[in-house]
Structure formats: C-alpha cells, structure tokens
DNA sequence: TAAAAATACTCCATAGGTATTTTAT
DNA sequence: ATAAAATACCTATGGAGTATTTTTA
C-alpha cells in the first residue's frame, strides 16, 4: 500500500542526496534539475510516510529512517542497476545476408549502434531466402530485391541500377550492353536464395529460362563464369565481384534494385527497430554527405 | 545509458510474467490489465536492449537473459520492497493538542489513518499555545481558536457555540446566561495557552480584565471553580468537564470558536497533510450522519 | 545579502485502460 | 474454435523543465 508508486528514480534521487548532502550538486550530478529533484524526494516521502532528510535552504540531514534507507539503498541501488545491465554475451544482434552486403555506410552504422546502446552487432551469412531470419539465426537481415511482407517489418535502404553479368567468352561477351527487353530471350544463370530475379512474378509467356540454379551467391558467378547464362545483380555487388572471366553489362530499361533491411514482426530482437531507424538516418546522411560532395 | 527509463514496474512486471509465465495471469496478480503488462515487458526487453521473455501465444519461456534477470531480481526486489517499507518505529505521526480533545470522530479519524496508511498515530499533550509544533515534539496538532497563520498549514474541521464558566457560588453562579456584551466587564481567568481569549485583539477599551493568568487548562479551570474570574471555552469541552464548584452559561451574542488542524508550512511530516484532507472527509460525514439522524 | 531549497506553473512522455486483432494449437 | 498475446487508440497521471519566491545564516 504505502510502498506503491514509488520507481526507481525516486530512489535514486535520495542516494545522490544522502551522498551529497546538498539538493542543487545531488541534482547535478543525475542530470535533474533542482525543483525536479526536491519535488521527487517530497514524494518518496509521501509515498514512503516517512521524512528521510531534514532539510532547509543552509543545511541538510538525514533523519533516522532516512539512514537505514540510504544503507539498505547504497547495498541495494547498484546491485540492482548491474543486474540491468545485460552482460556482453547477452547484448548481441545478429545481422544477416547473403551475399552482396555493401561496403562502408553498414560499418558505419554497426560501430554507430554498438557505441549508442552497448550492443554488439554480429554479422552473419546465411545462404537462404531470408538470411537465418526464419530460422532464428539473425536478428535482422541486409537483403536485395524482393521480400515477403508479411511476417516481417521492412524497410527500404536505398535503390540500385541493376546490371548483367556475362560470360566474357559467350555470345554475349563482347556486347556493350543490353535491353532489359532482351532478357526474357536470354539464358539465366539464378540464385534461388537471391530474391534478386523472382521469376515467378513475370507474366508467363515471357518467363526467362532458367540454366542454373544455384544456392549461393559463389556458385552462382562461377555458373555465370562458365558461360551457363547470364545473371543481374546490383551495379554496387558488380563492382565488388571482378571476375576474371565476367564482363557486367548495363542493362538500359531495367527496373532498380531495392536494398531492404528485414526483422520479424513478432517475437524479434528488441533492438531491431533502432538499429532500422538508425539505419534509415545514417543512409541519409551518407546521401546528403555525397550530395555536397559532388556540388 | 542502457538502464535509462528502467523502473520498478517494469520488473515487478517481468518477475511476475517469470513466476506465473503467464501474461494474463501474472497481470491480474499485480493488478493490472494484460496489455499493459504486455507493453510494460516489451519497454523493459527495450530499454535492456536484450529479450527476456520467447513468448507467443500459447507458450511463454525465459530466454537466458531472462533466466539470469529473474535471479538477480528475486533476491533484490523483496529486499528493495522491504526497505521501502518504514520500520514501525518510524511510521509514527505524532498529533499534538493541549486542551479540549474533542470525543468519538478523532477516535474513528486515528484509527481509519492507521489502517489506511500503516502509520501510527500518537496523542501527544503540550501545554503551549502550538501544542507541541513548535518545538518539533508534534506532526500535527488539533487547536481551538485563533492560530497565527504566517508558518502554519491551517484547517477549520468545525465551529462551535462558546459558554462561559463559573464559579457556582460566585456572583455570577446563578445567572441562567449572559449576554455577549457583559463579558468585557467581567473579570476573566485566563489559560495563555490557549488561543480561546486573544485580548489583545479586542479594542483597548474594552479588553476585560485577566484576573487570573494559567499555563494550562486544569490550573484554569480550578481557577475559575475558586472563583477568580469566569472562563469562555467551547460548548463540548465543557460537556466533557463537569466540576461540582462550576456552572456552564450560555453566551448569547457570542462569536462561534473554531476548532483547526495545524501543521507547519515547511518541514513537516510528509503524512500531514493526509491526515488533515481525512480529518475533514470524516467531519463531513459524521455531520452528514448527524443530519440523517435529525431527519 | 546571498546561497539554496521550496513553490508555481507549463509541457509532454508514458503508464494505464478498453476494444480489437492476430496467432497457434 | 479458442485461449492468449499483440496491437491500436485514448486518457490522464506525474515527472521534467523554467521562472520565481521564500528562507536562514
């Protein structure tokens, strides 16, 4: 009964009193303000039924009551707030892909976060549709093109130009580029966990036929390599993938790639929303970053 | 900076979902609706930056954060909860009077405060005008008359006729009455303590003479039994006063005399004021319960 | 007179509630 | 189909701030 409403700031408050012994620096020193900090100590007291400090505008002192509880508070307070903290092992975020993940702004943006909330981000490749989302293996998950969203929270990041990647001695080696009117017509080389080229969607007449089907990104190059067909990939992953035997043609006409960042909608990491919004902000900077570059 | 906005709620809330796990369940045992403990364990999984609890709708399950967070709190939260709880030495409001204790509805306030709040409350006698307030040997005090206003938390419970007393074989022992205005005439016995007769606020001319001058009301009203000079004091305190050697006149014309509840402005005991809003409440209905029993 | 606590107010974050939806067996 | 947790929305308590007043050595 009397012991309700009292929180944890409230307690707080009254240690950095107890120990200062001087409203104004207790205040201070836990970032309140002094009538914030007078009037929550008031409270605890009305909550409590009990005067903890004799206090007038020269002096202050603990009462009786308020000694045992500045004693019982100084063994309890920090055990407390330690436990609260989670230990290292325990503040983990697990970020997945599969392959393509970018270069730069995700460094930025793990060291960012892991500095802000103390949580380690983890990154993890997973060779699936959704990156170990579904099997609880990641938290989060970095992926390109198309994602079901149903049972999960998505985000776009960011669109890219999309580009063929060839067999630099097939048929098409020595072109300078495509249509994307031309790719139904052509032999594909796909990665069944890219997400990239969901073929499915396409009307049916016009469905490309489909050479290879891999279940990596590796493989999947290497059948592109070997002349097996041609494969679309975003001109950022392009220009990270040299292949000695690919060309990568621009493909005028094709639609743009999105970029998503991907969690489940129930039952996923705390954390996973911040790391999202987080994600949507450093992005921005990094695009208004580039934009003054280039004036 | 994890910790922040963490507060006992929420891990009340979390060792009940732990103890019970079960959201409904465990939100009924803390009295509070499901969504809200629901919402209440998803801020705290937030602010921890780690998930306590796998759950779905059929299953509820620890995680091992949660695991760990469940020991720690099970052995610092009764503890935390205990030292909340004031010792019942230290639960005491000391409420002071010096003379007149009014009968029944402060018996029942004292009692219904204690079942209430868990606080004692103590009678304490003072023979001085503040009964005990200003020397800090009381909380609260119940106080006829006029009361200096200026550092005082001040509340009128109740008015009342005043009679005067005297000395049956005095001249005035076999008056039926008097009137208002005969009292300045008259020789008076004086209690300084007890805010009854402020003469010094009556105009120079017509401040009755102090006869007899006591330090507390027992000497007064032996004074005025042996007939030094008649006394005004209220009509239930005189009820509650029979003596052989004195007779109990009517005033007409008389100004009512109030009865207040005092407690200091600053510095007082945080239970005060509690105390005084349940005073009023209990004066209301006991005139409420008067009335009916007119009716 | 000056330092410091208390008051008076404004604002807003969020705890709490009710009604409804989603989910898993 | 049903039990249970999650979501959506609303209300209002009270915590945090700024400006001012009061107090006491």
Redesign the interface.
């Known amino acids: 009964?009397?012991?309700m409403g009292?929180?944890?700031?409230h307690l707080r408050g009254f240690l950095s009193v107890a120990e200062e012994m001087h409203f104004t620096r207790a205040a201070e020193k836990i970032h309140l303000t002094q009538p914030t900090l007078s009037r929550n100590i008031?409270k605890l007291?009305?909550r409590?039924?009990?005067?903890l400090l004799?206090?007038?505008t020269r002096f202050v002192a603990l009462t009786?009551?308020g000694a045992?509880?500045q004693q019982?508070?100084s063994f309890?307070l920090p055990?407390?707030?330690e436990?609260?903290?989670?230990?290292a092992e325990?503040?983990v975020l697990r970020l997945g892909f599969s392959w393509g993940f970018p270069a730069h702004w995700p460094q930025r943006l793990m060291s960012g976060f892991e500095e802000e909330?103390?949580?380690r981000v983890d990154l993890v490749r997973r060779d699936e549709k959704l990156a170990g989302l579904s099997r609880g293996e990641a938290d989060v998950a970095l992926l390109w093109g198309a994602v079901d969203t149903r049972d999960m929270h998505v985000v776009t990041l960011l669109e890219e130009r999309q580009v063929a990647a060839v067999a630099k001695d097939s048929e098409l080696g020595a072109r300078r580029g495509l249509h994307w009117a031309e790719v139904p017509g052509l032999d594909h080389a796909v990665n069944a966990h890219s997400g990239m080229a969901d073929f499915a969607q396409w009307p049916s007449g016009e469905r490309p036929n489909v050479a290879a089907l891999c279940t990596n990104f590796d493989e999947w190059l290497e059948a592109v390599a070997s002349g097996r067909g041609l494969g679309l990939l975003p001109e950022s992953v392009a220009e990270r993938h040299a292949h000695p035997s690919i060309s990568f043609l621009p493909v005028t006409g094709a639609p743009a790639v999105p970029l998503h960042m991907v969690a489940p909608r129930?039952?996923g990491?705390?954390?996973a929303g911040?790391l999202m919004s987080m994600a949507l902000r450093v992005l921005a900077r990094t695009a208004a970053t580039e934009g003054e570059r280039r004036c």
């Open positions: 009964m009397s012991v009292i929180e944890l700031h008031r007291e009305e409590m039924g009990v005067r004799d206090r007038n009786a009551a045992r509880l019982e508070l309890l055990r407390l707030e436990a609260l903290h989670p230990s325990e503040a909330t103390g949580t129930q039952g990491h705390p954390m911040k």
